[in-house]
């Protein structure tokens, strides 16, 4: 019977200190980093804190007596040392060995994370200070960068080291989240401990991401990057010689045009040095963008009313239906207030009087006299159609202000192409019809469909030859066919457009539905520009920047003897790399590429070192080599694994745009230093499967 | 069966084909004289239309999407979308109608420099209404010179007669083919089909026409 007791009891006594361990443990979590806290305003308190981290190694060494008065000594004002101290003492009255045991054990467990923790928040504190002060760009720093003629090459490497880890990631968020490893501290807590500690660090994360979108470099960064009347990242381009190329290349590699708000958010962007904080820079640019559309602000650099031009990257696509949804908005707005002003107008000189006096004072509202007689008002009348008159009642034909159809980015054009093979819709064809007679209608009164088929489709209506006298056969009173009369294709029973005439009603384009809603096609973007992949973004700056380059360095260089040929090798090399897809797997290359376009404009002397090098190498083998080993010579000097591809699709494709590339570099004329052209104008299928087999993926 | 990719989509190449040029020159006439022989008046096109067409040429089995416009002015927004991803496009003029002629430079080479995304897509043009020979006022001559001048093939026809019609769209298929870019688009189309085809087991493959 009393054995049982003593295991009950000792059980109970147990499972108590364990409890009250792991609850001093969570609360000595929280108390340093509260002294994290601290420490930023008071690094003494800190350090002050170490001796008190420190003594719970020399207990285990030191006698019950000698620890008890280190205790009384060292750890009075803390709570939780107290109460450990006075279960000592009440061990210590019971004479059990075995609880004090028990005791040392907690202590040592205690101690050692609450150790690591300060040590590993205090080394993450000073390496995120030190690259902080040290990585981050500032707008002076990129200003200064300007005077070198093109992007260092330092900066398209590090989009290139983007593309491939984003390509990695999941998603934006999930590269804002990650820390990066995982806390060891974390692992050897228990399972509360690491819930504690996981809320802990989310509001550390938190306070990083406020930290750096209220840094004064990053805001005076995307104050400079937004504005209209600024010249920042400005580079001096040679505009005058080789106009068609500057223009022509950002569109053959599907980039964005130079000194485009998308270049120069490119060049911000490859100045971090962490994904993350690339990820963190585009949301804060997310959110200037949707502050401008709230405030209807252009985005500079972007051209103000343009439709999407399609050979451009997406991302610009996109900015472009930005700044042109701005002009419609306010566009509409002036016209709903031309229309609201002339109604007025028009109420008000009909409650003064119908007189011919009055009526004429009125000159800018517009009226239409019906045959019998009344006045109907116009509404949202644009100009006189020529010289075109109503059938019916001879009044000049208006052509109304017209609602402009929808602007698409390749993306939703691709979208609504697979919608219209799906489906067989005509919608969008009939639904601008519509209002285009609608608008007809309400700016000319007394109209008919044939008055809207001579507007709008002028094949389709054929005048009598009596149309010269119109006065007269006007007067006279003959019927309409007399005029002239529809195409025999109009006049065709079960005609759609006549059937959408009688359903039409007399409404002014301003006063209309909307064929294309700005606002929704906007929030569409910008909601996509926050969902947008890491890759996708990343890679669209790539190239934009690549582009760039290449566009200020071609007047430097096309006319220099020695660089001339190589430069436009590698352009002909980045057409071929950016037309193909998986840019991921191609990025390194080109940075490649473009390093040797920079050594050509600022070491010359060592660029022409290098091709007399690979020249010498191709005279001691004797064997005219392939223009594209050169290039691998020249850009490699790495031997490049073959990558595998998981899928056969890939392999093949990859095979395909490996083989384009090839052929692309035999069907250009001049081979790379054209004194040892290769023998035969194409390899025979031996020697290319061959060397299939030997090339480098870049 | 489905792992051979010809098989299972029954065409090998898949090409996409616009159609450009004035109102009432017969574009809609010409495509609907190549897909059903038929040669009836048909109501102005209201925006975009498109028909499908499977071909065999050259030993290939084609499918081609052809994309008809409405040349009204006022539709020239919404019909640029389409001109995307062409491989082919035929801007067609009226022989009887010197003024669909002359916008052909002035107006439709234009739209599609502006609009293309494809630089290598083959281009042709086509004078209909050969059969008015009476009131003919653009000689094949001057169709020829065009033609040569803003690189197109070129051929003359009559949608009424089906004169020269099919001749226009297998030409253009074999053209087309010639080119090794567009040539590797066509069966990454097919590809691209046969991977969806596969994901919806139970959806049935939307071939026929729509008019």
Known sequence: MEEEQQTFVSKARTAFHSAAAKAERVLLDFKSDREDHDKQSSPNTFTGQQPEAESPHTDENDSKLHSESKHIKWRPPHLGIKQDWQDKIKNIRRGRKEVEDTDKVGDASMAIPFYDDNLYLLNVKNDLEAKASEAMPSVEGLT???????????????LAIAV??????????????????????????????????????REKEDKLTSEFTSNEKVVQLINSLFDPEGDFLRRKIDSNLEETAMTSLPRDIHGAPPESLVVKLAEILGNYKTLRKMALFWCRVVAELRKLWFEEQYLPGVPQDEIPDLKSCLLYQQFQVINCCISRKRFRIIATESLDSMMMQANSDIKESTDCSAEASASPVLYARLNSGELVLRLGADHPAGDMTLLETGEP????????????????????????????SVGAGCSQLLSDMQAFKAANPGCILEDFVRWHSPPDWTDNEASTEDSDVFDSGEPLSARGQLSRRMQKEGNLWRELWETSKPVPAVKQAPLFDEDLAVEGILNAFEEMHPSDLFGQ???????????????MLSGNSDFSKLFYDCKEYIITAC????????????????????????????????????????????EPRSPFKRLSLIFGGKDKLLRKSVSKDQTNDEEKSGRQSFSSFFDSKSSLFGKKPPKSGSPSPSEKSSIDTGWPVV | MSSSSGQSSGYDLSFKILLIGDSAVGKSSLLVSFISNSAEDIAPTIGVDFKIKMLTVGG??????????????????????????????????????????????LVW??????????????????????????????????????????????????????????RCFEELALKIMEVPSLLEEGSTAVKRNILKQQQQPQASEFGGCCS
């Open chain 1, 144 to 158: 200064a960068a300007t005077k070198d003629p093109i992007p260092p090459s330092s900066v398209l490497k590090q």
């Open chain 1, 164 to 201: 491939e880890a984003g390509s990695k990631a999941k998603s934006m968020k999930d590269v804002i989240a990650s820390p990066g490893g995982s806390s060891p501290a974390r692992e050897r807590a228990g399972l509360s401990l690491s819930a504690v500690k996981a809320l802990v660090l």
């Open chain 1, 397 to 424: 034909v208006y052509s109304p202000i017209t609602q402009e159809g929808p602007l698409l980015t390749e993306d939703l054009i691709r979208e609504t192409e697979e919608f219209v093979l799906r489906t067989g």
């Open chain 1, 541 to 555: 700056l790539f190239v934009s920047l690549l582009g760039l380059g290449f566009g200020i360095a071609e007047p």
């Open chain 1, 579 to 622: 037309q193909n897809n998986k840019l991921n797997e191609k990025v390194d290359g080109l940075v490649q590429v473009y390093e040797t376009v920079e050594k050509m404009l600022l070491n010359p002397e060592e660029a022409l070192k290098m091709i007399k090098q690979t020249e010498e190498s191709t005279t001691v083998t004797g």
């Open chain 2, 60 to 105: 290939k089995r084609l499918k081609l999407t052809i994309w008809d416009t409405a040349g009204q002015e006022r539709f020239r927004t919404l019909t640029s979308s389409y001109y995307r991803g062409a491989q082919g496009i035929i801007l067609v003029y009226d022989v009887t109608r010197r003024d669909t002629f002359t916008n052909l430079s």
């Open chain 2, 109 to 166: 080479s234009k739209e599609v420099e502006l609009y293309s995304t494809n630089q290598n897509c083959v281009k042709m043009l086509v004078g209909n209404k050969v059969d008015r020979d009476s009131e003919r006022v653009v000689s094949k001559e001057e169709g020829l010179a065009l033609a040569e001048e803003l690189g197109c093939l070129f051929f003359e026809c009559s949608a009424k007669t089906r004169e020269n019609v099919e």
